[in-house]
């Protein structure tokens, strides 16, 4: 996939396209919950997409899975 994400967008990514709230994410980053929804944000505006559900269905589509977080 190639959306121009960051490196912490990335991470981030691997984490929703499994399923993982912005809590959960935020606990396992050490980061506040407020950052993973901007970065979630910015990954849906890059992506063109608006859900969690619309991320999934493109990596399972695309095969591709963020890799390293």
Do not use: C, W
Not at 9 to 31: M, T
Not at 60 to 68: C, I, M, Y
Request: without cysteine; hydrophobic residues 35%; aromatic residues 8%.
């Amino acid at each position: 996939m190639a959306y121009d994400l960051t490196p912490r967008e990335s991470e981030i990514l691997f984490y929703l396209a499994k399923g993982r709230n912005a809590k959960h994410i935020a606990d396992q980053l050490y980061v506040a919950e407020r950052t993973v929804k901007t970065h979630t944000y910015h990954i849906y505006q890059k992506m063109g997409i608006h859900s969690q559900q619309e991320l999934i269905d493109i990596v399972e589509r695309e095969g591709d899975a963020p890799q390293g977080a």
